[in-house]
């Protein structure tokens, strides 16, 4: 199975730098993704890394350690609309073919 | 053009009852999904199609059940519903082989059993 850690909630002040950092056990990884989820939204895309390191796409990043079962999303220039809940997911290659698991979010809010 | 859209959006009905929920995509993807989002916000994967066929069922009870009529479309039929059923429902598509992008997510459908 797998398991897939990051913390609860999380508070940053607009204008800052954040990191959610994401901690996962899994047999079968095969990427790691980042998604933001606001209040009554859909999830939506922010990031995917499937090979170690950093990928950069604009104020936010997403770091992945394989060996260490370990990434983070960096947020910079913090604004006001990122207040959201932001969802760490591995996908693993099952038999039948991939499956994206989810871990419980981490709620950001940012403050003035 | 919505990429994922499912039907209804909200969805309130009594215990017993049994309700359907559509989902259709125009990506041309060969996967869907079912999750479910409970209270607690924890999105969990239900099912998961592949060009019509069952590839993934996660242990959910056998009073959901999935229909893929074609790879465009996968719907969930719920029998004798819950009041645990009550949570929001979210119909996803990604490329067989998903590569940058993962998965793009319907709206959601908020069900609320009384």
């Known amino acids: 199975g797998q398991n897939i850690d990051q913390p609860t909630e999380m508070t940053a002040t607009e204008g800052a730098i954040v990191q959610i950092n994401c901690t996962y056990q899994?047999?079968?990884?095969?990427?790691l993704f980042w998604y933001q989820q606001h209040a009554g939204e859909a999830p939506t895309f922010l990031s995917y890394n499937v090979l170690d390191g950093l990928e950069e796409k604009g104020r936010f990043s997403s770091f992945l350690s394989r060996s260490k079962g370990y990434s983070y999303l960096l947020l910079k220039e913090l604004q006001m609309k990122d207040s959201a809940s932001y969802l760490c997911a591995v996908r693993v290659l099952t038999g039948g073919g991939n499956k994206l698991t989810f871990g419980t979010g981490t709620q950001l809010k940012v403050e003035l | 053009d919505t990429a994922v859209s499912q039907t209804p959006k909200y969805l309130v009905t009594q215990m017993g009852n049994d309700k359907s929920i559509k989902c259709e995509q125009n990506l041309g993807h060969d996967t869907m999904y079912w999750y479910k989002q409970d209270s607690k916000k924890f999105l969990k994967i239900m099912f998961s199609y592949n060009n019509k066929e069952l590839i993934i069922n996660e242990t959910v009870p056998n009073r959901f059940s999935p229909k893929s009529p074609d790879k465009a479309h996968l719907n969930l039929h719920i029998n004798s519903l819950e009041l645990g059923d009550s949570a929001v429902y979210f119909c996803?598509?990604?490329?067989?082989?998903?590569?940058?992008?993962?998965?793009?997510f319907g709206s959601g459908t908020r069900l609320t059993v009384v």
């Open positions: 996803a598509s990604s490329p067989q082989s998903t590569g940058i992008g993962g998965y793009t």
């Open positions: 899994t047999s079968g990884f095969n990427g």
